[in-house]
């Protein structure tokens, strides 16, 4: 075995416990007071001098010298009610880790922890960033307040619970999209369900808008580019037998082409545009950005992957990129790095589950691998 894994486990205890307590005390974006607190006290026991950022975030240095390297974890929870039994199940009611920032704060502290006991620890910068989970997201604040200043490269490992534990998944160069998001109100003259000559109907023109969506993934984007457009919510009416005034939509655009990205909100607007003339509707379209496209840096994906060979049993290299977002992609387009998933799913001890879902699950033994990881990409 690896020392950087030797290392990682002797302090297994620390790092899990460590993920439990976070468990516990789930915390919405910019509301992660208790772990802040909680993470504070931590890197002061550890002998760090924390700095807070951000209103929630925080950063600490260790060692000094040039090149100095980012180690990121995100800290928000979800607004889910935690459905398992475990020891450690949420007890803040409504909230849960369902993301598993709780393993990617504490994978994280079990590497400072470790980092402390060095006599002449390299240049390392940790970075906890809350506000993963909600647009505009907490990464940008934390870059605007200062924490890449003097940083030359950067990383972040997500949890992936539907793999196996030491399954590492990467890709070099573009691997998640940029995810905006949408508020679409189609505004109509409400009638009679007899009399719909009398009316505006919004129910038939927000159907309209529906299908016209999906012809711009099918006739804008090249077939081998991704883009997709998806309305994830719809709100109209109140009885069987009445035209409303109104109907409201949510939806999301997500794609990893810049050209689709930069002209998807105009394309939207046209169709809406169209139905005002050949509907009679009026609409309001809010379109909101959301994270840029992550990119990989592909040499340190490169040299991430010789690490990462000696600690986890499997890289799987992903063919072509996914339609999931992260705010780390902020971090990626100021200093070179790379974002992983790592496996944390045990199929003979029926450990496997979904990321955001009330269910989510790990195997606790994926930590001190991540762990190993943080630390062997800051002491390589
Ligand atoms: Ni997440």
């Known amino acids: 075995m690896k020392n950087e894994l030797k290392k990682a486990n002797s302090i297994r205890e620390y790092i899990i416990n460590t993920r439990r307590e976070l468990h516990k005390h789930p915390e919405p ?4 007071k208790w772990t802040h607190d909680f993470i504070e006290k931590q890197l002061k026991n550890l002998g ?46 409504g909230y849960m880790h369902a993301c598993g920032h709780d393993t990617h704060m504490a994978m994280l502290l079990g590497a400072a922890k470790l980092l402390s006991e060095e006599k002449n620890p390299p240049p390392v910068r940790f970075i906890f960033q809350p506000s993963e989970e909600k647009i505009p997201g907490g990464a940008k604040g ?12 950067i990383y972040a ?33 409400g009638a009679h369900a007899a009399e719909p000559h009398k009316s505006i109907d919004p129910i038939y023109a927000s159907s309209l808008f529906i299908n016209q969506t999906q012809s711009l993934v099918s ?9 997709v457009i998806s309305i994830c919510t719809i709100n109209g009416g109140t009885a069987f037998n009445i035209i409303p005034e109104e109907v409201k939509m949510l939806g999301t655009v997500r794609t990893v082409e810049k050209e689709l990205w930069q002209k998807a909100p ?45 600690i986890f049993k499997e890289i799987n290299l992903m063919e072509s990129p996914i339609m999931g977002g ?16 790592m496996g944390g799913a045990n199929k003979k001890k029926g450990i496997q589950s979904k990321l955001h879902t009330a269910r989510f699950n790990i195997d606790e033994n994926a930590l001190p691998l991540g762990t190993a990881l943080f630390y062997s990409l800051a002491t390589k």
């Open 266 to 310: 105009e394309w939207i607007g046209d169709i809406l545009k169209g139905l005002n003339i050949s509907s009679g509707i009026d609409y309001e379209l809010i379109y909101q950005r959301g994270y840029p496209i992550l990119k990989n840096d592909p040499k340190k994906s490169e040299s991430l992957i010789k690490i990462a060979k000696s």
């Open 29 to 32: 974006a910019f509301k992660e």
């Open 142 to 153: 934390m870059i605007e307040e200062g924490a890449l200043k003097g940083i030359s490269e």
């Open 326 to 341: 992260e705010d780390f992609a902020y971090y990626l387009k100021e200093v070179p790095g790379t974002f992983v998933f």
């Open 219 to 227: 006739r804008k984007a090249d077939p081998k580019s991704p883009f």
């Open 48 to 93: 760090y001098k924390p700095k807070t950022l951000n209103k929630t975030g925080l950063t600490a240095d260790i060692g000094k010298g040039k090149n100095r390297i980012a180690l990121r974890a995100d800290m928000d929870a979800l607004p889910i009610e935690e459905e398992n039994s475990l020891p450690h199940k949420s007890q803040n009611k």
């Open 157 to 189: 490992i997500h949890i992936e619970p539907e793999s196996e534990v030491g399954t590492l998944i990467l890709k070099s160069g573009v691997m998640l999209a940029a995810a905006d998001e949408m508020t679409i109100t189609i505004k109509g003259k």
